[in-house]
């Protein structure tokens, strides 16, 4: 909690909004304050008010990832980008947008059909933020398509924990002036810097959409349908859910031209037997899958590995989604086994199931993101399963853009 | 050319222990043709050359400099054309030449291990039995390291699908400036932290000796086809771009050669049967799906002649494709036959802008007397206006630089950067004030402050010798930038 | 070793060189560059030692001296320069330079010296290739070898060719005349080395040449290409040679060539007799450019076979030609041509090179013979006689199958297949 001077200084900050609400808990710590400065200047004027205070503050933006990341050593207040919403230039011409960061995913997505483009990001929930997204990296189902957000960012502004307003990149498509900070900043989880506003490359719309949707009786065959059809022209999203005793769901969804959606979808049918569904589906799924457990994990693997692994892991009571394509398995559970003393998170119980997926990471030469856990996993271990070699460059980075721990010390991998 | 008196006997005596004798070159007269890259108008010759074999060599190597205090420098092929490779001030070179190796390819989950000496197009050669190839592809593709396309995250003619090389390198082993070893990145893409992968791409060798790269390889699309717009004039070609870019096709490339060089190119080893009569030729490639690309290439045809192309030509076949690329690639070179020497400028600016950026720059080649062509890649707005001159003529290379900056400032003006695929170097390191201020290239410091905090790591590159830009230019900061209270 | 440049070839380097914009595509088609992953090594590094030279900024140094004579002069870099630049006249004038100012010295200079005098006068190499022949017969050439100095017999060994048995080293007959319809009269270039240890190449080229309708002339007075000289830095004597051939060929309009080292040095007499040589260089033709351009009579008999096809330098890269040789290949029925990955890289003879350069010269050898391991050929074919000798030893050291031989004697072979009467193939005395 902040003293009554703090809070005096941060509500007389001008173009910035300070609200005290019912506290918010986050890893533990409850946050009742919310910072939300309405202009990049007023941004500054916030982190440098709280640099100045010694204070720190969680960045959010929609609010769909704060869970992830490390415990944070101090977090005094939430400073929020909403007031920094907006598409501030949209060149119908060639398709690139500036937005500002607070601009709700939907409003961003909207404004680039009304131009006759597609925006390329996958909203990780409800009343996501594209500063949120990109802070977050969020990778979405349809990243086969549209690419990792580092892909599709052309340029950033942001305010760094040292208080200074930086720009990186451009507006234009191919860039090499300078640093590719945007690659440092996006993925920061708000750790560096606020993201104030983006350029972002659009794609064309699509002539068509097509979900499809296979089912497996077995895992190994999914896995390989899901890989099989991720390597299609027009695949911009092939995810593979395991839930419980059902079957195996394989979901690809087409985009693109008419002519190759259309072969595509044929050969599919053909290859998998897979029959066309709701367009709607593919976030359904998701949610259903990544919702409301208490551990959530988020495994990068090689296209190779995932039919050994997802046989691996079934054997758990465990939901997985797989994105063979893209290379990542979701892991969600909330027990460890079927034993009534097996249930998630008491005394050392999940010793042998963390043992197990360090094993796995270590075969697939990477390692994994535990994205949800309570707090008392967290304070055992590091949820970013970091080797050692970078940290010390990785301390250098923090002291250097935060030097004195206003955003969020501690939550970032190795606990910087 | 005589080497620095300071040279310490004791630091060729290190390199040497290092990596061998034969592989540490220190006589005068041989490091004199280390003394540039690819950009002749800045030299600086090294005080050694060393060539390691192995990661082990290379940090032997670094430790030895840091030992004798001396600042050093990787170094590819020297194709590089920002001044990347020079090593003044008594820098020694670490040519990675002799790291070649392909160490792995997986082509189950699309990825090569390489040394950074390997050249960009063997790989793909290496590659293409198993269906697959390494996607970037810069012009100097047949001689060109991947380490130099990492330092520089090079592009190429088909950036505009595939990207630059930062969106294809998953992985990368790092010689930090103390010698120790980092590894970042991996083969399934994961990183924890930050993405240090995405800042050492592009980082211009200034953080470290890039020893190793994971890549990721892609397939070789099903079919390709080439279209060849012929036209009157640059610009018409430039309003071509546009309305293809508008359509919401998405071709694999999209370039244009001006009718200068098209002479060059055609009076060369790699004439490709371009028309000589054309102002200009637009070459735009599709790939993908058989079934589709008929339509598509069918389209762009319609665009190109209603944006006023004479006529509209397909490549036959895969080797007049082949021919097509090889004239486009081999086009700088072929400048040589202009005149003696040949400044390749490298500038972006929005896509929808280039028509008119095209005129005004022909208008400075104009104005200031210069034989100035245009070969570049129009479907990413990347400019390569490429002067050619006598640098024996000092008023002639007077009137060059000017040119040069003038186009830059336009650039800038349109909304555009410095450069898009060949790196500030020392070519540009005073003229990135007119894209960044103060506090964007303080935050570039803090980054390289964090890997190299000595600056001992390819020293003078990016960075600004004079505040002179930023503080005087009026286009400073760029384009519309939000304005700070 | 500093020493005063001469004006003129410092003028002419400089003007060379100039050609030269630094792209560096040269890189990679350059053998030295790729073995030893030096710029020094490479034909930019090498140009811009030139140009230093010639603009007074470097003496003719050490580095200079060392990499003008480690140079293969293979002229890989012409075909992959965009700019035109004329490397292998430059790196001839380098030669010269560096020999004038006394600073090529050393066993490999002894041997340079040795052999160039050697091939310029025809008795003297007919008496040495005997005496060889006849040391080889009775088994002392081994115990010849051992007489000389270590240095030398390194290089020497396992590269010293089987002299041929005397009826093919006799001299050619000075006319020979069209089978069938004549369609027209060349004349032949026999060579030096070539006549000594390839004659039945020689023979083959008149046999083929006869069948296509050409009746062929052998000069009596002519000599040396002064190929080797002129690579070495000697452009006095290359002329003197080339002044020879030019008096000597003066009648023809067609000079056929089978070597393609000394086709290359013939075109380029130009460079050495500005005027009339140009006229006398545009006589010049390889025998399959020749045979391709005329048109081929197709072979009726069959070979079955599988032939790597393997680009002398001096063929591909100095006189341009590469597919007619193929398209040679391919006329020949039942011969199956297969591409090798390393076919447009030289095999590190090069003249006298693997000679004088024996270490870089097995590397480079070594390179080309892991690709025809890998495509293990019945047949490696190749025009040039230095190619021929080196591969053909290369072969052997490495146990592989695969024989050596000249494309025309496989033509020659497929012609004499046809021919179902026996002794119908016409004599040559």
Known sequence: MMGQSASHRLAGLENCELREGTPLEIDGLEIASVLAPQSPEALVDAILALRAEGLAALVVGGGNRLEVGNLAQRADVLLSTRGLSGVHELDADEGIARLGAGTPLAQARAAAVEAGWELPLDAPGPGATLGGVLAAAATGPRALGYRQPRDVVLGLDVVLGSGDLTRCGGRVVKNVTGYDLAKLYIGSRGTLCVIASAWIRLVPSPQRVLLLEASSADLGAACRAGLRASRFNSARSCVVSFEGDAEPRVLVELAGDETTVVNDADQLHAELETRTVEVAALDAVRARSLGGHRLAVRLPLLPSRFEAVVERLSSHPCSLLAYPGLGYLHVALDRVGDAPGDEFGEGDSMAPWFEMMDEIAREARGGYVVERAPVDLKQQRDVFSTSSSPLPVLKAIKQRFDPDGVLAPGRSAGRI | MAASPTVSADLIAGLEAAVGREACLSRPDELFVYECDALTLHTGPPVAVVLPQDTAQVQRVVRTCRAHGAPFVPRGAGTGLSGGATAPDGAVVIECSRMNRILEVNAEDRYAVVEPGVVNARLSEAVESLGLFYAPDPSSQQACTIGGNIAENSGGPHTLKYGTTTNHVLAVSLVLPDGELLELGSPCGWSPGHDLVGAVVGSEGTLGVVTRAIVRLTPIPEQVETVLGIFPDVVKACRAVG?????????????????????????????????????????????????????????????????????????????????????????????????????????????????????????????????????????????????????????????????????????????????????????????????????????MKHLRAAFDPDRVCNPGKIFPTTRFCVESNPHARGYDRVPLG | ??????????????????????????????????????????????????????????????????????????????????????????????????????????????????????????????????????????????????????????????????????????????????????????????????????????????????????????????????????????????????????????????????????????????????????????????????????????????????????????????????????????????????????????????????????????????????????????????????????IAAGLTARGLRARAVHPIELLDEAYGRADEAPGTQPAIP
């Not at chain 3, 022949?133 to 089987?162: E, H, K, T, Y």
């Not at chain 3, 004659?199 to 000069?219: C, D, K, M």
């Open chain 2, 243 to 443: 309305s293809i870019i508008r359509s919401g096709l998405v071709p694999s490339a999209l370039e244009i050669l001006d009718q200068r060089t098209i002479h060059a190119v055609e009076d060369s080893v790699y004439a490709a049967g371009l028309p000589r009569d054309a102002g200009a030729v637009l070459i735009a490639e599709l790939d993908g799906a058989a079934s589709a690309l008929v339509p598509q290439a069918e389209q762009v045809q319609r665009l190109a002649e209603s944006a006023g192309a004479l006529r509209v030509e397909r490549a036959r076949d895969a080797e007049e494709r082949q021919r097509f690329w090889k004239a486009r690639k081999g086009a700088f070179g072929a400048m040589g036959r202009l005149a003696p020497d040949l400044y390749v400028h490298d500038a972006v600016v929005p896509r929808s802008k280039l028509p008119e950026v095209l005129a005004e720059v022909c208008a400075i080649g104009d104005r200031h007397g210069l034989t100035l062509s245009n070969v570049f890649h129009a479907g990413d707005g990347n400019l390569h206006p490429n002067i050619s001159f006598d640098r024996r003529d000092e008023d002639e290379r007077a009137r060059v630089l000017l040119a040069g900056q003038e186009i830059l400032e336009l650039c800038v003006r349109m909304g555009g950067v410095i450069t898009g695929e060949h790196g500030v170097g020392t070519e540009k390191r005073d003229f990135i004030g007119l894209v960044f201020g103060e506090s964007d290239l303080e935050a």
């Open chain 3, 1 to 390: 070793m500093s020493v005063e440049l001469d004006q003129q070839v410092g003028n002419s380097l400089y003007e060379k060189s100039l050609d030269c914009v630094h792209c560096g595509l040269c890189l990679t088609s350059c053998p030295t560059y790729l073995e030893t992953g030096r710029e020094t090594s490479s034909p930019r590094g090498r140009i811009y030692l030139m140009r230093g030279v010639a603009e007074g900024r470097l003496s003719v140094s050490e580095t200079l001296s060392e990499e003008a004579f480690l140079c293969l002069g293979c002229r890989a870099c012409e075909t992959a320069c965009p700019s035109g630049v004329r490397y292998g006249e430059m790196l001839e004038e380098t030669r010269a330079l560096v020999v004038g100012a006394g600073a090529r010295r050393g066993p490999s200079a002894v041997l340079e010296r040795w052999g160039l005098r050697l091939v310029a006068s025809p008795r003297a190499l007919h008496a040495a290739v005997a005496l060889l022949g006849g040391l080889q017969r009775l088994g002392l050439d081994r115990l010849g070898l051992q007489l000389l100095p270590a240095s030398l017999r390194a290089r020497l060994g396992g590269l010293v060719p089987v002299v041929p048995p005397a009826a093919e080293r006799k001299p050619l007959p000075e006319w020979f005349p069209a089978e069938g319809v004549r369609r027209g009269r060349v004349a032949l270039l026999s060579g030096c080395v070539m006549s000594e240890l390839f004659g039945s190449v020689h023979r083959a080229t008149l046999r083929v040449l006869a069948r296509n309708g050409f009746e062929v002339l052998v000069p009596r007075t002519q000599g040396c290409c002064g190929a080797l000289h002129a690579h070495s830095g000697d452009d006095a004597r290359a002329a003197e040679l080339a002044r020879v051939n030019l008096q000597a060929f003066a009648e023809v309009d067609t000079i056929v060539v089978n070597s393609a080292g000394c086709g290359a040095a013939m075109r380029d007499a130009g460079h050495w007799l500005p005027g009339e040589g140009e006229a006398f260089a545009a006589k010049v033709r390889d025998i399959a450019e020749f045979l391709d351009d005329v048109g081929i009579i197709q072979p009726k008999g069959r070979l079955e076979a599988t032939v790597c096809y393997d680009d002398p330098c001096h063929l591909l890269h100095g006189q341009g030609v590469g597919p007619a040789v193929r398209r040679l290949l391919e006329a020949i029925p039942g011969l199956e041509l297969l591409a090798h990955r390393e076919a447009d890289r030289c095999c590190g003879a090069a003249g006298i090179y693997n000679l004088t350069q024996p270490e870089m010269s097995a590397a480079v050898l070594a390179r080309k013979l892991d690709a025809l391991a890998e495509t293990d050929p019945d047949i490696v074919a190749t025009g040039n006689p230095g190619c021929l000798m080196q």
